[in-house]
């Protein structure tokens, strides 16, 4: 086991051909972010010129866009799916595709991953390496959104990548652990292409911020739930929790900060994670709206409290009939983090952040 980590901490792309003999069971790519129209020619090539655009201007779309490999499945395929949110508007929308390695059409999946090489590719959706450098990984992320195209091109440092738990593999449970790594502040730029009401194509620049997961689940984790919580804050931290759900009980929620400065991570397995402001939406499922993490910052044992609020209600994903197997919440959503809380309000100034939530209510026993 030690061999595979010390491979993981050396590897940005997993090292072999995915499909019969991979060594996985479940596999992510996933990318959450935000996204601001880019009609100014604005400088968006950094994190520091995100961080001034955000300061600024409300972003005008929150994006996910996931490629899912299923190893144990039959038939073993791929899973892409996304969904966009117009924040002003306030409406969601999601799509899916799938298909199996053995189908023998024009919607067989793509999917490769060796060193220096990346290739996910299932119909019109992709995630492929464009080139790479000692510091630096390029990639082009392209998906589909009921017509809406994004069409995206990302810089990473190869300093930004964040391995968590112990040398890139974290124990969720005690029957499930995965391989899991992040790189928070994800420079995005590129084409947001849709049809206005009259039926033309139109093309708009954008530009944001992803947050890239990969996971690579060794043993199984489909038969719980989870909540996932990844926050990025304008003072350059990032905050990764997650809460299991086994036997209809939630277990300690757990989780690591980031700091993208120093490039170090630090780890919290201590958190008090409530919910409040639960929304029942059309679907008839419900969903909290609201969470208060706290935790004691591990150096001066200060108790700090981070909390969210969805942007809107309505960012519920997947159906009971479709390829995911199960519907969930996974949504955008405001943060504040308040270091210091017991000091006056005046003398203090909590920290703003925006990020992504993810509740998968855990399925019921066959």
Same mark, same amino acid.
């Given at each position: 086991?030690?061999?595979?980590?010390?491979?993981?901490?050396?590897?940005?792309?997993?090292?072999?051909?995915?499909?019969?003999?991979?060594?996985?069971? %479940?596999?992510?790519?996933?990318?959450?972010?935000?996204?601001?129209?880019?009609?100014?020619?604005?400088?968006?090539?950094?994190?520091?010129?995100?961080?001034?655009?955000?300061?600024?201007?409300?972003?005008?779309?929150?994006?996910?866009?996931?490629?899912?490999?299923?190893?144990?499945?039959?038939?073993?395929?791929?899973?892409?799916?996304?969904?966009?949110?117009?924040?002003?508007?306030?409406?969601?929308?999601?799509?899916?595709?799938?298909?199996?390695?053995?189908?023998?059409?024009?919607?067989?999946?793509?999917?490769?991953?060796?060193?220096?090489?990346?290739?996910?590719?299932?119909?019109?959706?992709?995630?492929?390496?464009?080139?790479? /450098?000692?510091?630096?990984?390029?990639?082009?992320?392209?998906?589909?959104?009921?017509?809406?195209? !994004?069409?995206?091109?990302?810089?990473?440092?190869?300093?930004?990548?964040?391995?968590?738990?112990?040398?890139?593999?974290?124990?969720?449970?005690?029957?499930?652990?995965?391989?899991?790594?992040?790189?928070?502040?994800?420079?995005?730029?590129?084409?947001?292409?849709?049809?206005?009401?009259?039926?033309?194509?139109? %093309?708009?620049?954008?530009?944001?911020?992803?947050?890239?997961?990969?996971?690579?689940?060794?043993?199984?984790?489909?038969?719980?739930?989870?909540?996932?919580?990844? %926050?990025?804050?304008?003072?350059?931290?990032?905050?990764?929790? !997650?809460?299991?759900?086994?036997?209809?009980?939630?277990?300690?929620?757990?989780?690591?900060?980031?700091?993208?400065?120093?490039?170090?991570?630090?780890?919290?397995?201590?958190?008090?994670?409530?919910? /409040?402001?639960?929304?029942? %939406?059309?679907?008839?499922?419900?969903?909290?709206?609201?969470?208060?993490?706290?935790?004691?910052?591990?150096?001066?044992?200060?108790?700090?409290?981070?909390?969210?609020?969805?942007?809107?209600?309505?960012?519920?994903?997947?159906?009971?009939?479709?390829?995911?197997?199960?519907?969930?919440?996974?949504?955008?959503?405001?943060?504040?983090?308040?270091?210091?809380?017991?000091?006056?309000?005046?003398?203090?100034?909590?920290?703003?952040?925006?990020?992504?939530?993810?509740?998968?209510?855990?399925?019921?026993?066959?």
């Amino acid at each position: 086991m030690e061999a595979i980590h010390q491979e993981m901490r050396q590897a940005i792309e997993l090292r072999h051909l995915h499909g019969a003999n991979s060594p996985s069971s %479940l596999e992510w790519w996933y990318f959450t972010g935000f996204m601001w129209r880019n009609n100014n020619n604005a400088s968006c090539d950094t994190t520091t010129d995100i961080a001034n655009l955000a300061s600024k201007k409300t972003p005008h779309y929150s994006v996910q866009s996931t490629f899912f490999l299923a190893d144990e499945m039959t038939p073993k395929g791929l899973l892409a799916h996304a969904a966009e949110a117009d924040l002003e508007k306030k409406q969601h929308r999601s799509s899916e595709r799938v298909a199996g390695f053995a189908q023998n059409s024009m919607s067989s999946p793509i999917a490769f991953a060796a060193p220096g090489l990346l290739n996910l590719t299932l119909g019109n959706w992709r995630l492929s390496q464009l080139g790479s /450098s000692k510091e630096r990984v390029h990639w082009d992320l392209r998906f589909d959104v009921r017509g809406t195209e !994004y069409l995206l091109q990302l810089k990473i440092p190869k300093s930004d990548f964040w391995f968590h738990g112990k040398n890139g593999f974290l124990q969720k449970t005690s029957g499930a652990g995965n391989f899991y790594y992040s790189a928070p502040f994800v420079v995005a730029s590129g084409q947001r292409i849709y049809r206005d009401p009259s039926g033309i194509n139109k %093309l708009e620049s954008i530009c944001g911020q992803l947050w890239f997961d990969h996971e690579i689940h060794v043993k199984k984790v489909m038969d719980v739930g989870w909540r996932w919580f990844g %926050l990025n804050f304008s003072n350059g931290k990032s905050l990764m929790i !997650y809460q299991i759900s086994e036997k209809g009980k939630f277990t300690q929620a757990k989780g690591e900060i980031w700091d993208q400065s120093t490039k170090t991570s630090t780890l919290l397995d201590q958190i008090n994670l409530s919910a /409040s402001n639960e929304v029942c %939406l059309s679907s008839q499922r419900c969903y909290p709206q609201t969470f208060q993490a706290e935790f004691l910052d591990p150096s001066s044992k200060v108790k700090n409290v981070v909390k969210t609020d969805a942007w809107f209600a309505e960012q519920e994903m997947g159906s009971a009939s479709g390829a995911i197997g199960r519907p969930y919440w996974e949504g955008a959503v405001r943060a504040v983090w308040d270091t210091a809380p017991n000091i006056s309000k005046k003398n203090r100034q909590p920290t703003e952040g925006i990020g992504f939530i993810e509740m998968v209510p855990q399925e019921p026993s066959k």
